[in-house]
């Protein structure tokens, strides 16, 4: 059974940084492409980032380009994103997500509904 923990959510003014930690167990992570989605109130879930099971290939929505790194520590099981020049509309409860398929290379034409999406999520709210 797939566990995750999330983490680094928080309370931030425009223009602030947070850190996001997703640790999981349960999967073997190292096979599998991971990724950070997010679903606003009212709103389809949006892929943020996804990073390949090596690491050296990272996908970014238009909307965090430049603003967002997405990176992972295979040994530690852990996925992290850091967020830094946060605007309001970035403001949703995030979501560690992985690949539905093993040893993916490349993000052309993917999107959430390729990736698994497990836990409580962890909140991330930007005030103006």
């Known amino acids: 059974q797939v566990q995750v923990v999330e983490s680094g959510g928080g309370s931030v003014q425009a223009g602030g940084s947070l850190r996001l930690s997703c640790t999981v167990s349960g999967l073997s992570f190292d096979d599998y492409a991971m990724g950070w989605v997010r679903q606003a109130p009212g709103k389809e879930r949006e892929g943020v980032a996804y990073i390949t099971w090596s690491g050296y290939i990272q996908y970014y929505d238009d909307s965090v380009k430049g603003r967002f790194r997405i990176s992972r520590d295979n040994a530690k099981k852990t996925l992290y994103l850091q967020m830094n020049s946060l605007k309001p509309e970035d403001t949703a409860p995030y979501y560690c997500?992985?690949?539905?398929?093993?040893?993916?290379?490349?993000?052309?034409?993917?999107?959430?509904?390729?990736?698994?999406?497990w836990g409580q999520g962890t909140e991330v709210t930007v005030s103006s």
């Open positions: 997500a992985a690949d539905r398929k093993v040893k993916r290379t490349a993000f052309v034409g993917i999107g959430p509904a390729d990736f698994d999406v």
